[in-house]
């Protein structure tokens, strides 16, 4: 851990000590007409502000559903300014006679950055009609120099960030746990992490969402993380989010990654997030890369997440600049495109589901996974590529409907793998050489015969696919598929295929199971 936040570490934990004894819960309720003290339901704040001027670490404020600004109309620097050692939890209902259950999704508590209370929503898709008619905050919530802070149930939403990040929240120099929170409709202008801003800070986000957001010239609409932060994405989705570039933007529908520590995806799903040139059209120099995550940095680990539907230039659901590690994942439809230079030229359309690039030497290692129906310009599957030497393992994968220009044929799929179920694995992109055998050892082309392809990718009783591939291959610590089932089980009817010992994996994202309750679909909203 870097000294900065082994210091953050360290007072976290001595605020801790020093507070415990002394901590008190604060209320708030938009709606209360008590004496305003905070010490009761009845009397609670209702100013969110009023309760951070007066918290101190180890102290809980719980905030009651309804909608709360931090500031006036047209003071765009107000924000709601976390706390040393302080947790905010949203999601009760408030009252004189409340008690002190949360259902944060039956209660909504809403920090909003419409502090001119106008800003217009058409119908249909969330963008139409957007109007935000008088300035909106530019950051919604605040941490600077903030150690062991929480953000609990709480929807933050509405910001607008205009040449700067962060809309939603910026945490610079910070120790934070969100859990549990709503980003939506935040939006930012030549800036980046939309939803949430990460510099230099130890951030964990667990069970959060983020959806229909907009970043004009920005990157990493839902996360953007930079410098020497730390940061864990557990069990979040993120849907409808956008990213429109230049030459030095619109990168990472959903994250960006722009740091010197290494970073942790696990349990998300990714739907409809894209990255796209402003405008839509190819300028000079720009290029948009990673409609669901954009990694330049730092090593990237992605576990048992789902890709569904994004977009991009480059890379339609991943984009990495550095080693990356993918394992028991499912990318379906997702999809790059090309678009033309002035001189009649296309550009981009690399890898629909997974592209990587490096002027240095990198590691790509994509395993347990699932590819289908993704598309590009060219290799609908996973492309990798770069002037240093390229270290690549694709193994226990299956890759099944993926094209590019030239149709769905090997080199659409992956040139490169073993262990694995690749559609038209022997039919080469035309006019090319045929397919060397010694790039796919124990490879084959066989129906993985999915139980209903597309919509539920799990291997049928009888699909080749069971037990056929390498043990070793598997990271240490991957007992679990996609769905939180055991990764290692054998199944006694089928042959043991693959390579290692007794049980064998089987190939892609879903491990069949002896028994239990069918489980279908993909489950992106939650």
Known sequence: MPAALSKLAILSFS????????????????????????????????????????AQPGDEIRIARGTYCPGPPGDTTASF???????????????????????????????????????????????TGWAVNSPNSQHVVSATDVSGATLDGLVVSQGYAIQSSGAGIYAERSDLHIRNCVFRRNASYQGRGTCAYILDSQVQFEGCRFEESYGRLSSGVGIGAYGASEVTVAGCAFYDLEADGDASSGNGGA??????????????????????????QYAQGSGTYGGAIHNFGAPLSVARCWFTNNISMQGGAIYSWKDLTVNNCVFSGNQTYALPTSQGQSIGGFGGAIATYSSQNYTLMVVGCTLVNNEAHETGGIWFNGYGTVSALVSGCILWGNRDQDGVHCQAQVKKA??????????????????????????????????????????????????????????AGQFWDILGSPRFVDIVWAPDTGRGSSPLPDMGAFERQLDGPPVTGIPVRR
């Open 418 to 475: 073993s262990y694995c179920c690749i559609q038209n694995l022997w039919v080469p992109r035309p006019g090319e050489d045929p397919i060397d055998p010694a790039k796919f050892p124990h490879c084959f082309d066989l129906d993985p015969q999915f139980v209903a392809f597309p919509t539920d990718l799990r291997l049928g009783p009888n699909s080749p696919c069971l037990d056929a591939a390498d043990r070793t291959a598997h990271f």
């Open 255 to 280: 994250i960006e990654f722009w740091t010197v520590l290494p970073a942790t995806v696990v349990q998300c799903s990714f739907d409809r997030c894209k990255a796209f040139p402003f405008g839509g």
């Open 81 to 127: 300014q976390l706390r040393d050692g302080v947790t905010l939890l949203g999601g009760y209902v408030g009252g004189d006679m409340a008690t002190n259950i949360r259902d944060p999704r039956a209660n909504p508590t809403i920090l909003c950055g419409d502090i001119g209370y106008d800003d217009v929503f058409g119908s249909g898709w969330w963008r």
């Open 15 to 54: 605020l801790f000590l020093g507070s415990v004894c002394d901590a008190k819960v604060i209320h708030v309720d938009r709606a209360a007409h008590g004496a305003n003290t905070g010490v009761s339901w009845k009397d609670a704040y209702v100013s969110l502000q009023d309760a951070l001027l007066v």
